[in-house]
């Protein structure tokens, strides 16, 4: 049954992966392959037959559903463009997103009523919807009017009919069912159960309940990327087998057997169904779990294979489009390595570990070994630590996701007893929380492996070998002992990097993804850092690896977060002198975030101020851009915040470098007309390279040297090739961060001479 799952998830993946003719010849081999394996090896004749019926079977289905979608009026329409209006009922909660002209949200619904060029329909198309902020209070399940305009869903996205761009505010037409009124009232109650308690506790106890990680600090989650624990806060099978498992304890104490404990479990994946709401996540882990408890009941341990292939061809049935969805691979190949590595390494441990602790130990190693490829896949990183935090915070998940059920549903019916309860849960999830920080902080938690094909198929092949060899690695004291030591040191000395930093930089562009971060050597040790990237942990790992400990200046260019969200790790442990901002509070949030933790850390904070100067050690500063001006708030959408920008002039080890964090056009021309004849040596090119520029102006500063500060395959399009090709053509080094890594730039002490510049990490 192993091997039939396989196929269906090879089927579901040639439906949403492979070109149509592609499709056809595969279901073709579907059908000669079985009659050649059961001429030729008649004891495989049926394996191979199920195997094909299975690929079909999964394939047919994401045909079926994709030429349902793809035909109905609602696509039609979005071919077209049209602006429609109608009716639809929420599937999802909507979730807040960055929009360029206020806050807006995304769900998914499905439409009941369209209508558009002059005609009406009943229909039951799923949609994608993007909508203003003002629909983010519409509770899932309810029946609401609108009024948008429908484009047309990406090619990959079969199982959609169209995307809808509301503009209008949503009119209620009818409530959820009372089953969503009733998780949304339990969802509400355990939120209000931890309210009272600090973040990010209170956020996580949701999440852990019911995926519910709205206002979680992305620092945060990084420190769960980095250990290898981001599973917590997301719905998974292992949320469902401890509420079940508590669930089936309090029965059995009850005396409740047979029959009756099946149903009471059956009745318990359906509540927690509505309770995570009914997303793919939610019911992948459902029917999984319902596979586990059906297994449990009729017994036999050789059923393991067989229930995870039983899984993944019903869920691929259900929804096919769950084949090409990374929290499928990831469920699955997490439990592929528990049900088939698990037991060899535990067995290998227990020659020399008691009992118990070898299988604490393999469970997590097998799971995290199984997933190592797709997570370096999708973050580009490797984690070293992840075995040892999920040891270290598995006590504490269970008692912390059963205690935050219970405060919820306790709080329904006694408020004060929840919050009582809630406080239990968040102490719990604290624990968690520690372990993530502590583990984060250290000197190598997880390596940069890349994302390229070369990397991914060696790391394959390499988690392969270990997967096959690892039982005969940890097989006995010595060689687990060294093992052990090994990762230890790894972990907690940092590898050197040949010729990194480089002897006499003067200016970093660190490598922070889709974002800038900037560094001026000012002494040994110290820096002038202007902006900080959208990661905590990617900042904090440059100024590290630069050797900075002091800030003697830190340059907030604007509040968008790109270019501040990694403000808490370049604050981590660093002495700062004080911060200057934009005088443009936009966008608000981003702004108010930035005050509270500058705030929280005893750091004084002002507006950058217009045509001063500043020098510290090597480093002199002014300040070009925007004009003086008292604090103001802006429109609060982010609007305004780009031509905003603090620009800066250094001089730098007899380097002038220019500055520019994301000044638009508008603000470009206003330099160029204050500042006629500008002459830089270094440029940090506007707004990463966007295509829109003051060109003519850019050239004009003639500078030898231009950084561009991009995140690889950004969705922005990012780099422009029209600016790249006008710098070179005017004789400047384009360097990119996405392409080049981190980037640095050596003076002289010659401000007459041509910057030298290194690429690194």
Known sequence: MGLVGV????????????????????????????????????????????CGVALVAVLGVAELRAERVGTDPTAALAREGAAVNGSLVLTSDPRPIAAARGDAVVLHAQVRELTGR???????????????????????????????????????????????????????????????????????????????????????????????????????????????????????????????????LTARALGVRGRALLVLGLLGVLGFVLLARTEPSVLRAAVMGVVGLLALTRGGGGRAVRSLGVAVLVLLLLDPALAVAPGFALSVLATAGIVLLAPRWRDALARWLPRWLAEAVAVPTAAQLACTPVVA??????????????????????????????????????????????????????????VAHRGAALPTAAVDWGTSAGA???????????????????????????VCVVLVVAVLVRPPTPGWPPRGWSV???????????????????????????????????LDDLGVETLDLLVLSHFHADHVDGLRGALEDRAVGEVWVSRVLDPADGAREVLALARERGVPVRPAPYAATWASGDVHLQV??????????????GSAAN????????????????????????????????????????????????????????????????????????????????????????GTRVLRTDTDG??????????????????AR
Not at 8 to 31: E, F, I, N, Q, T
Request: a negative charge; glycine letters at 12%.
């Open 118 to 248: 002059g005609s009406t329909w009943r229909v039951r198309s799923p949609v994608l919807v993007v909508a203003p902020g003002s629909w983010a209070e519409v509770p899932l399940g309810a029946e609401v009017g609108f009024a948008g305009r429908l484009e047309e869903a990406e090619p990959g996205e079969r199982h959609l009919s169209a995307v809808l761009v509301a503009v209008a505010e949503p009119r209620h037409r009818a409530a959820p069912d009372p089953w969503w009124r009733a998780t949304a009232a339990l969802r509400a109650s355990l939120r209000e159960a931890v309210a009272h308690r600090p973040a990010p506790e209170r956020v996580l106890v949701p999440a852990l309940v019911a995926g519910d990680d709205a206002g979680l600090d992305p620092a945060v989650a990084e420190e769960f990327r980095a250990t290898g624990l981001t599973h917590l806060l997301a719905v998974s099978g292992t949320n469902l087998t401890l509420l079940l498992g508590a669930l089936l």
């Open 508 to 542: 970093v562009a660190c490598d922070v993804g889709q974002g800038d971060a900037l560094v001026l050597a000012t002494a040994p040790g110290r820096a002038v850092l202007v902006d900080v990237g959208p990661d905590p942990a990617a900042v904090d790992r440059c």
């Open 377 to 434: 896949g999708l973050s580009g990183q490797v984690s070293l630590v992840a075995v040892a935090a999920n040891l270290l915070a598995a006590p504490a998940v269970g008692p912390a996701t059963v205690l935050g059920l219970l405060a919820g549903a306790l709080g329904l019916v006694w408020p004060w007893g929840g919050s009582r309860v809630g406080t239990l849960a968040t102490w719990c999830v604290g624990w968690i929380v520690e």
């Open 7 to 50: 196929a269906a998830w090879a089927g579901g993946l040639a439906a949403g992966l492979l070109p149509g003719g592609w499709r056809l010849a595969v279901v073709g081999v579907c059908v000669v392959v079985p009659l050649l394996v059961a001429r030729r090896a008649p004891a495989w004749g049926a394996t191979a037959l199920a």
């Open 643 to 730: 031509d905003a920008s603090v620009v800066l002039l250094a001089e730098v080890h007899g380097l002038r470098v220019l500055l520019t964090g994301d000044v638009e056009p508008p603000g470009q021309a206003a330099l160029a007309r204050t500042l006629p004849g500008l002459d830089v040596d270094v440029l940090k090119v506007p707004h990463h390279g966007s295509r829109y520029q003051d060109l003519d102006w850019l050239v004009s500063l003639r500078p030898e040297v231009a950084l561009l500060t991009v995140g690889e395959d950004n969705g922005y399009g990012h780099p422009s090739p029209d600016l790249v090709r006008t710098l070179e053509g005017a």
């Open 742 to 759: 981190a980037l640095a730039v050596l003076g002289d002490g010659d401000a007459a001479g041509a910057p030298a510049t290194l690429t």
């Open 456 to 482: 991914l198929v060696a790391l394959a092949a390499m988690t392969l070998l270990l997967a096959w060899r690892g039982p005969w690695l940890v097989g006995s004291r010595a060689r687990g002992v060294l």
């Open 624 to 637: 070009l851009w925007p004009t003086a001006g008292e604090p103001v708030p802006g429109p609060g959408d």
